[in-house]
């Protein structure tokens, strides 16, 4: 707390600097004049906030008085943060709707929203910029200016001329992407994929509230959103990624193509080629997976067992195979492994050759040597073959370490494509489980806990996971 002090007129001012208290004693032979109170105040430093009719009633009071205020500060007022109004139900993804029955509708969930062109998707409601505050002394009291709030345009969006209120430009699907709103044109289906529908074929994205059942086809440039269950039918995204909220019952003759991810509840009895991950809520059953990314399968049961699943950059899952020892095959390769598959066999059916013709030579010089120890003597036309077999030797050696150095570098070049490729196996291993990296396989045995199968030079390496 300042202090000033002057001839019987005690001016304080609080350690915060939005008060300045006035005492005058009484004391004094003569009671100040206002321009002796206002000069104390100067002398004080308090020049802001002072309250004129407070000094002037006081004047003409001419009483002592203690600890009045005679000035008080202005505070600051902080800034209003502008604020984002969703017109749809958007901003919070992933989270199911509540009915009527107080039950989680697992199969609707706030991903997206149909719009029509022109539907409002939300507004921007503006902040305000703060206020300054000061002190009696005229000190400025700084305030935070408020974030800036932009709005989070995306593809087939449109702004209102004030720039305030983000519209959508065409019939589709809003959804958020990243930090930006887009409208996705979609085509809904309310229902089941069935005869009602037939096969469906459309350039922009599907969305499928019901089921796909057997025998159709579903067909799109973009994503497919499946909200059922996709029976033995085929779905096919060229651009895009195929998601099914309950899973796949395949019967052997379902097939799913996906130009990017897959994401599923359950697949079983079913073929998927996918360009980039694969990721599977519950399990995996007898089917052949194609992955260009990963396959990821460790909630809830985390199971795959039966088929072949091929990844690019790696499997992981819960648990491998059965009790039943179901014959399970995981290979880690890459797409361009089978033009270098096919150089290595070449590689090495030519080394076979050349081995093959030098242990011909070997058993013919061993011949020609054993005759001449019993006949004591070659005729010269059996010393010529013999000189032309042992220079033979010299040039197929030289061959064959030539397609051995072709190989080394064919395997290496190989390995080197699979530098962070490995299978995860978190919970359980059982028996009948191979796993194939590069042209290298490892054939399991039962283990309980969690290991890791991984390539290291040209061998196989399994080691346990805490």
């Known amino acids: 707390m300042n202090l000033y002090r002057s001839q019987g007129i005690t001016i304080h001012i609080s350690r915060d600097g939005m008060l300045a208290k006035l005492s005058i004693s009484g004391r004094r032979k003569k009671f100040p004049d206002l321009r002796e109170i206002k000069s104390a105040l100067d002398t004080a430093g ?3 906030g002072i309250d004129q009719a407070m000094l002037e009633e006081i004047i003409q009071r001419s009483e002592s008085v203690s600890e009045l205020t005679i000035a008080r500060g202005r505070a600051k007022v902080a800034g209003k943060e502008a604020k984002i109004i969703w017109a749809l139900n958007i901003a919070e993804r992933n989270i199911p709707k509540i009915g009527n029955d107080g039950k989680a509708d697992f199969r609707h969930l ?16 503006p902040g305000t910029p703060g206020e300054q505050g000061k002190t009696v002394t005229g000190l400025p009291i700084k305030v935070a200016e408020p974030r800036i709030v932009s709005i989070p345009t995306g593809n087939n969006t449109r702004l209102s001329e004030d720039g305030l209120t983000l519209y959508s430009a065409v019939d589709g699907v809003a959804m958020l992407k990243g930090e930006e709103v887009i409208i996705d044109t979609i085509y809904h289906i309310p229902g089941d994929v069935d005869f009602s529908t037939g096969n469906v074929k459309y350039q922009g994205t599907v969305l499928i509230d019901g089921d796909v059942r057997s025998g159709f086809r579903v067909e799109a440039t973009d994503s497919i959103y499946v909200y059922g269950t996709v029976e033995a039918a085929e779905i096919y995204s060229k651009s895009g990624s195929v ?5 796949i019952l395949g019967r052997n003759r379902a097939r799913i193509l996906s130009g990017d991810k897959l994401e599923c509840g359950f697949i079983q009895d079913a ?9 599977i809520k519950h399990y995996a059953i007898n089917s052949n997976i194609t992955s260009g ?3 990821i399968v460790i909630k809830n049961e985390g199971v795959i067992r039966g088929g072949k699943t091929i990844a690019e950059k790696g499997i992981e899952l819960l648990v491998a195979g059965s009790e039943r020892n179901v014959l399970t095959e995981f290979v880690l390769t890459r797409s361009d492994m089978g033009e ?17 013709k030098l242990d011909t030579i070997l058993k013919r010089i061993e011949f020609l040597e054993l005759l001449r120890q019993r ?6 036309e059996r010393m010529q073959e013999l000189e032309r ?27 080197e494509k699979f530098p962070e490729s490995i299978v995860k196996i978190r919970k359980q291993l059982h028996r009948k489980v191979t796993v194939t990296i590069g042209y290298k396989k490892y054939f399991s045995t039962t283990i309980d806990g969690g290991v890791s199968i991984h390539r290291q030079g040209d061998e196989m390496f399994v080691r346990t996971m805490d």
Do not use: C
């Open 389 to 415: 077999l042992r220079k033979d030797i010299s040039i197929v050696k030289k061959s064959i370490k030539k397609a051995e150095q072709e190989a080394e570098g064919i395997a290496t070049e190989t390995l």
């Open 110 to 125: 706030n991903q997206y929203e149909p719009v029509k062109k022109d539907d409002e998707i939300l507004s921007l409601l």
């Open 271 to 279: 073929t998927a080629s996918v360009k980039n991950d694969v990721i």
């Open 340 to 356: 270098e598959q096919s150089m290595l066999w070449q590689v090495k059916t030519r080394l076979t050759g050349e081995q093959e």
């Open 243 to 247: 998601f099914i909220q309950n899973g």
């Open 293 to 295: 990314g990963k396959v």
């Open 375 to 380: 006949l004591h003597s070659l005729s010269d």
């Open 46 to 48: 308090v020049e802001f």
